[in-house]
């Protein structure tokens, strides 16, 4: 189970996720980056993507899941649907395995909402509340 | 003065300092009035980025901030640091994502009301002779990665060669644009990939290339030395590095995290994250983002080529009639290596300007042309009301590093900014501003209508009265593209 939420940010795109569980945080950064860039649109062949991330914390590996994401989109025209399966390993720093369902799109033939520049660590701070992990995530635009 | 439980003391009427505490190396300082701290710093977290910044190893004098200051990621945006090349670190967050982000601007031998009639057309044949909005490519045709990697290296001088413009741009282009030493090696190749189309587009968000007209000049010495007159048709054009400039601070900006521990800073922000000027981390970095910077000051040559052809055509003169001259090229988003004075000893500083404009005064560092006034300092307003042309003066080589500001900042988010926007008709509202707009979508014009920023003459009077940069001329925009 999984929320994300949009916040007011001056310049930028700012979302407020709230997570039953720390894998869920990845699904609800993913909603949160396709609410933001994805229009609507017919996609073609699905194919599905299997990322692997290690990091020195949950939030470096948030941003590094969704670098891949933005890269993948912007670049090679993979449109991202979502997680099927996400996997944490707390031994040795962080690390996740992250399976992804998507279609394959082709780089010029989505118009996007919006240019990411970048996913930033900024206000990026997982918590343990009573509502879940609730983190804030923001878009430099 | 406490402001979001930082202390602030006045220094004079437009300067405000943070003493030093815990963790803080040096002070902070803030060119601002104190109705913009009341107004607009007390809701955000700017001015504890200020803060945050004096944590920076080799950081010297102070941790500055220019009057449009706004938050930023690790730095404020209007954020100038400068540290020690042999004790202090360069970090990607003091530069941004948008590596060379900066503004351009054209002057022209056409008088307003000569071609004010035309302007629908004109920029009609402007929006589809300059690529713009998100992911915009195809510019000129699509490189090889053998000549994108010239640009890297060789920034203007690429676009000169190949047809986009003449010999004597470089001449008025920050670093004659190129910043020697630019290593594609250190580029990875993501960034390079997603460099390939984008040579000679605009962008999108507050990108934009503008038609003004001198609507106003405070000194007159320097407005004729700048070859600036009353009622003078200029463009003015404001873009980057694009995705390869992103790319490129995203991937330092990874590696330094996890290199974080090693280096041992423990910084207050993962976004400061940085390395030692002269470590391989630090190298690198500074050596890939010279190829962001060359990419960005390309970039904006071809704009300019593209933007003469366009207007060649849609008036129908000669080149000689239209008389396209480049004033000046600054970037607003860069760290350079430079002298300054620290104690009365000249000394090597990385500079960090992030949103901030150099403004360096009269004397050699500039081109001979502007050597007796100083350097133009470009500031673009609102799409609407008005940008600044001003001039570099002794004072900020003293006082800011040779450092001004950089533009209005926003004070509303994107998100209000389409709200307030909803069920208007943007376009008559722009044109009671007398502006004609086109842009990719009507999205783009609600999130930078006018109202959503602050009122560039309260920043640029800020500069003006502290003695960092002169007043030269107000530019009114007519005309507008957008991404």
């Not at chain 2, 980025?49 to 901030?65: D, F, M, R, T, W």
């Not at chain 2, 605009?202 to 934009?208: A, D, P, R, V, Y």
């Not at chain 2, 008559?428 to 014009?445: D, H, L």
């Amino acid at each position: 189970m999984y929320t994300f939420k949009e916040i007011d940010h001056t310049a930028d795109l700012a979302y407020q996720l709230i997570a039953t569980t720390q894998e869920a945080l990845f699904s609800a950064a993913l909603g949160a980056y396709k609410n933001s860039v994805l229009p609507q649109h017919k996609y073609n062949a699905a194919k599905d993507i299997t990322l692997s991330l290690q990091g020195n914390s949950i939030e470096e590996l948030i941003v590094d899941f969704l670098r891949e994401i933005n890269y993948l989109l912007t670049e090679k025209g993979w449109v991202p649907e979502k997680i099927i399966n996400a996997r944490l390993i707390f031994e040795n720093g962080f690390k996740a395995k992250i399976n992804v369902a998507g279609h394959e799109s082709g780089k010029n033939k989505l118009e996007l909402k919006e240019e990411i520049k970048a996913i930033t660590y900024h206000q990026l701070a997982v918590v343990k509340t009573n509502e879940g992990y609730k983190t804030n995530l923001i878009f430099d635009i | 003065m406490i402001i979001n439980g930082v202390e602030l003391t006045r220094i004079h009427e437009n300067l405000w300092e943070i003493p030093m505490s815990k963790g803080m190396r040096v002070p902070g300082r803030i060119y601002t009035t104190q109705s913009m701290l009341e107004n607009f710093l007390a809701k955000e977290d700017a001015i504890k980025q200020v803060v945050n910044v004096a944590h920076l190893p080799g950081i010297e004098k102070y941790s500055l901030a220019m009057p449009d200051i706004h938050w930023g990621y690790g730095f404020p945006i209007g954020g100038v640091a400068a540290t020690d090349i042999n004790e202090g670190v360069i970090s990607p967050g003091g530069v941004g994502y948008d590596i060379n982000c900066g503004v351009r601007v054209v002057k022209t031998s056409l008088h307003h009301k000569e071609i004010s009639t035309r302007i629908t057309k004109i920029i009609e044949d402007l929006f589809k002779s300059v690529p713009t909005g998100v992911g915009s490519s195809g510019a000129i045709k699509k490189l090889c990665v053998k000549e994108l990697k010239r640009i890297l290296k060789d920034g203007s001088e690429w676009a000169i060669d190949n047809g986009f413009g003449v010999e004597q741009d470089l001449l008025f282009t920050e670093e004659n644009g190129k910043m020697e030493g630019a290593d594609p090696s250190a580029v990875s190749e993501r960034a390079i990939e997603r460099g390939l189309d984008q040579a000679g587009t605009l962008g999108s968000g507050n990108h934009f290339l503008e038609i003004d007209v001198v609507d106003e000049i405070f000194n007159n010495e320097i407005a004729e030395t700048f070859g600036l007159f009353m009622g003078q048709v200029v463009i003015q054009i404001h873009t980057g590095s694009r995705g390869l400039g992103y790319q490129i601070c995203d991937d330092y900006l990874q590696r330094l995290v996890k290199a974080e521990q090693r280096f041992g800073f423990n910084l207050p922000d993962r976004q400061l994250a940085c390395a030692p000027v002269k470590s391989q981390e630090g190298t690198d970095y500074f050596n890939a983002m010279k190829c962001a910077a060359n990419f960005a000051w390309n970039n904006r040559q071809i704009i300019m080529h593209l933007t003469e052809k366009s207007l060649i055509r849609s008036l129908g003169i000669s080149n000689s009639e239209l008389g396209f001259e480049l004033l000046y090229d600054v970037a607003h988003n860069i760290a350079k290596m430079e002298e300054h004075n620290i104690d009365g000893r000249p000394k090597q500083l990385c500079v960090h300007r992030k949103g901030a404009t150099r403004a360096f005064p009269p004397g050699k560092l500039i081109p001979e042309r502007y050597r007796f006034v100083g350097q133009p300092v470009l500031i673009p307003g609102d799409m609407g009301r008005y940008s600044y042309i001003a001039a570099g003066s002794q004072k900020s080589m003293d006082e800011t590093f040779g450092s001004s500001c950089h533009g209005a900042g926003r004070v509303a988010s994107r998100h209000k900014a389409i709200k307030m926007g909803k069920g208007k008709d943007l376009l008559s509202e722009m044109r009671r501003f007398g502006v004609e707009i086109r842009a990719k979508g009507m999205k783009t014009i609600a999130e930078e209508m006018p109202y959503v920023y602050k009122d560039v003459t309260d920043v640029v009077d800020i500069m003006h009265n502290a003695g960092i940069t002169k007043k030269v001329v107000k530019l009114k925009p007519f005309g507008v593209i957008k991404g």
